[in-house]
């Protein structure tokens, strides 16, 4: 028979329970990992009206991509509006996705975005940390001597996005276990630099500049790790 403390202790566990179902919410199941850290919940060369923007960090030669396995015949129709069929864009994205069967480009493409966004605003910030987890080892280390050398001139950047108006896949390839897309990045952006006095170094902060990026992303297929990040920055030649 149960005595008092005994119902008290089973009450207490019960509500206990219902309070961590309650903040941790439940699985359902159909939950996607997010492609890249900056989503969190995370080619061709500039056209004359265009600038490009040198960003620190090394450029990805542009190799052809490899091919789908003979086995395996992928819908025409699986990169519309991303890439045309038979071309070296979708050959190479039909590479990626056979080797990984939970690649989503559009999912992918939209996490680039705000992966740009938040790499251009963490650099003008010297934000060091946000860029550790968005960057590849070397990309880090261009980024994070460019930003000391503004530190050491006591320099400070300041950037707004206007707006982001294109950002579009310009190659897709394997190489040994990674996966590297490009993407280039149409935006519109107002950038200004100043010494410790407020004077004016570089940039206007009165104008708006057409800029165009040109960022590879990577990550090990066969990790459990969904995330991609930065391996290169620059344009094509």
Known sequence: MFDIYTIIFLALAVFIFLRLRSVLGQRTGSERPPYDRAARNLVQGAQDNTNVVPMPGAVIDQQAPLAPTADVVPPTDRWKGLAEPGTALAQGLDAIAVQDSSFDARHFLSGARSAYEMIVLAFANGDRRALKDLLSSDVYDSFDSAIRDREK???????????????????????????????????????????????????????????????????????????????????AH
């Open 153 to 235: 001139h006591e320099q400070k950047t300041e950037t707004r996005f206007v707006s982001i108006d294109k950002a579009e896949l310009v190659n897709a390839e394997t190489r040994d276990r990674s996966a590297q897309l490009t993407v280039r990045f149409v935006s519109q952006m107002v950038s200004v630099t100043r010494d410790k006095a407020g004077t004016i170094v570089d940039g206007n902060p009165d104008k708006v500049t057409d800029i165009t990026d040109v960022w590879t992303f990577a990550r090990d297929i066969t990790s459990r790790d969904p995330n991609w990040k930065l391996v290169g920055t620059g344009s």
